[in-house]
Antibody, heavy 122, light 108 residues
Framework: QLQLQESGPGLVKPSETLSLTCTVS??????????WGWIRQPPGKGLEWIGS???????YYNPSLKSRVTISVDTSKNQFSLNLSSVTAADTAVYFC??????????????WGQGTLVTVSS | SSELTQDPAVSVALGQKVRITCQGD??????ASWYQQKPGQAPVLVIF???NRPSGIPDRFSGSTSRDTASLTIAGAQAEDEADYYC???????????FGGGTKLTVL
């Protein structure tokens, strides 16, 4: 079945850019009707949707993070990526990637990566 | 604050039925999906598109919606159901998605 795996630095300095990649295996990222999303969870807190990208490159972002977020896709590598700029300690969280179905009245995330902890600290 | 509101904590006796709710105006127009998350693990989809279960999810899990409230019901809660539960749906604009704040379920 489909597998997703996050990768990237576990430590980022304040004011720098957090960059993560999600590699999709056992399935194609170029699948109709599915976006590919990023979700984060600060230690001890709830889930927050960051944004999602379609294989065509179309994106939609959480309005509260939109000014700092870029999500892109590389279909040749079956990967999608997250860049979050100007990070602060408040961006310390476990970051998950997931397959995101959003169509009509439905929205759900059916496959998830295991998550990766990113700490913002000097 | 989230546009989807959940009770922070709910408890249930072993083997009893429990309902976890998620309230938000967008739920009048959009279905919620539900996720179970155990400590140190990624969330797992348990209900989608109002009342559909992914393969491998026990049939004691069910979903429903009434007006602006979506519910996740566990009929006969088991010890392994103790976890955090999150709802997820489009927001009131319909242009984005949002999680509820989460409910910690304790099985007594």
């Amino acid at each position: 079945q489909l597998q997703l795996q996050e990768s990237g630095p576990g430590l980022v300095k304040p004011s720098e850019t957090l960059s993560l990649t999600c590699t999709v295996s056992r399935g194609s990222i170029s699948t109709s009707n599915y976006y590919w999303g990023w979700i984060r969870q600060p230690p001890g807190k709830g889930l927050e949707w960051i944004g999602s990208v379609y294989y065509s490159g179309s994106t939609y972002y959480n309005p509260s993070l939109k000014s700092r977020v870029t999500i892109s896709v590389d279909t040749s590598k079956n990967q999608f990526s997250l860049n979050l700029s100007s990070v602060t300690a408040a961006d310390t969280a476990v970051y998950f990637c997931a397959r995101d179905f959003v169509r009509g009245v439905m929205a759900y995330l059916d496959y998830w990566g295991q998550g990766t902890l990113v700490t913002v600290s000097s | 604050s989230s546009e989807l509101t959940q009770d922070p904590a709910v408890s249930v006796a072993l083997g009893q039925k429990v309902r976890i709710t998620c309230q938000g105006d967008s739920l009048r127009n959009y279905f919620a999906s539900w996720y179970q998350q155990k400590p140190g693990q990624a969330p797992v989809l348990v209900i989608f598109s109002k009342n559909n279960r992914p393969s491998g999810i026990p049939d004691r899990f069910s979903g429903s919606t009434s007006r602006d409230t979506a519910s996740l019901t566990i009929a006969g809660a088991q010890a392994e159901d103790e976890a955090d539960y999150y709802c997820y749906s489009r927001d009131s604009s319909g242009d984005h998605v949002v999680f509820g704040g989460g409910t910690k379920l304790t099985v007594l």
